[in-house]
């Protein structure tokens, strides 16, 4: 994909998100947040939202039938208090998702 085609469908996919999922928080992270095009195969993103399933693959399954996308994307959702607690616990894979993503809303 060219870059103008991913950028397109990183907005079409948060503008989905934010108003099929009521999250708090989009972070989009990965290739796409570092703008290197020309690594990009997939979009990961990082929500925040209220009132989740517990089990992770049940979250994910519900983006799943929610949101269209034209490009292969990983949707990682926490809950507030599981996200700072991970903050808390300085989790590396968190601290690069802050350093390197781009907060797309919230």
Do not use: C, W
């Amino acid at each position: 994909m060219e870059q103008n085609e991913i950028t397109a469908e990183i907005e079409n996919i948060t503008e989905q998100i934010i108003r099929k999922y009521n999250p708090l928080k989009i972070i989009l992270f990965g290739s796409a947040a570092r703008k290197e095009y020309d690594k990009v195969n997939d979009l990961d993103f990082l929500i925040i939202k209220e009132d989740v399933p517990i089990h992770g693959l049940a979250r994910m399954r519900e983006l799943d039938e929610l949101i269209d996308r034209n490009i292969a994307s990983d949707m990682l959702v926490y809950r507030p208090d599981e996200f700072e607690e991970r903050i808390k616990l300085s989790d590396p894979f968190i601290k690069t998702i802050l350093r390197e993503g781009r907060i797309l809303y919230g």
